[in-house]
């Protein structure tokens, strides 16, 4: 069974920046994908980047391009997001989610494993 845990989210000024870390364990195939999804209040499930174990192909949502960047450690089976020039407007639950193939599209329903996600607070 998949598990996912996130970890790093927390209060950051508007301007800041904060990494997430998700650490996925209960697989053993070296071949899947890694995404971050957000989801803040009264809104729908955003994607916000994907990235492939096999070659690393990242996909970002529009609304985080040039300023998040994901990362990942095929090792230790982690994906990390790096979200720099932080708003008001980024704040929401983020949560790390696992699919078990790397030809992916960066869409919430083609993840099978989720996390519970860590809060991310944008404010002064």
């Known amino acids: 069974q998949v598990r996912l845990v996130e970890s790093g989210g927390g209060l950051v000024q508007p301007g800041g920046s904060l990494r997430l870390s998700c650490a996925a364990s209960?697989?053993?195939?070296?071949?899947?994908?890694l995404a971050w999804f957000r989801q803040a209040p009264g809104k729908e499930l955003e994607a916000v980047a994907c990235?492939?174990?096999?070659?690393?192909?990242?996909s970002y949502g529009n609304s985080v391009k040039g300023r998040f960047t994901i990362t990942r450690d095929n090792a230790k089976k982690q994906s990390h997001l790096q979200m720099n020039i932080l708003s008001p407007e980024d704040t929401a639950v983020y949560f790390c989610?696992?699919?078990?193939?790397?030809?992916?599209?960066?869409?919430?329903?083609?993840?099978?494993?989720w996390g519970q996600g860590t809060q991310v607070t944008v404010s002064s």
């Open positions: 989610a696992h699919a078990p193939y790397t030809d992916y599209q960066c869409l919430p329903y083609f993840f099978t494993s």
């Open positions: 209960g697989f053993t195939s070296d071949y899947y994908t």
């Open positions: 990235i492939a174990s096999s070659d690393g192909m990242t």
